[in-house]
């Protein structure tokens, strides 16, 4: 569900569609979502990209949504190295005194939403395999609309027809077949490359660009459930705003069963069951500044 879609169900359920209360239901969703996010290390955050080495070059761009680091593997034809983790600039400077090349990886440092590695590597095409967390990072950008799409099955490239793609859309999600596919690489306005290949192709799908959460998909119509509840709550409805905190409570219940810890178990911890306590994520704005 992209954010242009929970902004405008929080719309049509509100049944306000004034400008101030467009953005005021913006802000209660990445609220929401930020701090259930932050609320526990949810193991669905993590996350592995690889890329390629490239001869003489040192610094390789961070994913988008890089948030922290959990481990770093390169791959040199069979064998897998890991290499160790520069703490401090002083450190990575006095490794870096003189140009060193070679394709065995002994240190690498994280800086400035690069990935460095030292040795830098000498060749073309081993393969960097980072995984790392999720970040909440503020969804902003309504859907875009423009043109139509093509895709092979089993392709992880898309064509546009009357599309203007951009680089901003890394990161983004597009919609083919009825299915999102994350985008990884900006080719050209009309070329974009997807994470993953396609299942089902699509000869002219209607364009569909946009943000989305960074939930679990069954669980991300929690955040326009929630930012409801708090659009009620503070017009004093209480009988809309009980039953859409319901709604939110208990799609929370099941997040924390099904994502809480990497085990079968279906027993909700002890502190979870009292899911009242779970407003306490919102931080609940003062109602003076939602007139």
Known sequence: MTFNEQYTRYGDITKDSSATNVIRGKEFINTLENNIIGDKDWYFLEK??????VA????????????????????????VYNPTEVLTFEEWNYLNQTTTTSDIPSRFFTSDDYLKIYPTPASDGNTIGLTYTLTHKDMTVADYTTGTIANTAGSRTVTGSGTTFTSAMVGRWI????????????????????????????????????????????????????????????KGNNTEYQFWQSQFDKKLKKLHQKFGEKTDTQVLPRRVRNVGRFWDLLRVPDPSSLS
């Open 175 to 234: 919609k083919i077949s009825g299915r999102w596919f994350e985008i990884e690489t900006f080719t050209s306005t009309t070329v974009l490359l997807l994470v993953k290949a396609t299942i089902t192709g699509c000869t002219a799908d209607d364009t569909q660009i946009g943000e989305m959460s960074i939930l679990p998909g069954p669980f991300q119509d929690m955040l326009w459930k929630g930012a409801v509840a708090l659009y009620f709550l503070f």
């Open 56 to 79: 003489s070059q040192q610094d390789y761009r961070l994913p988008p949504d890089y948030g922290r680091f959990k481990n770093l593997k390169i791959t040199v034809s069979d064998i």
């Open 48 to 53: 592995e990209r690889e890329a390629k080495t």
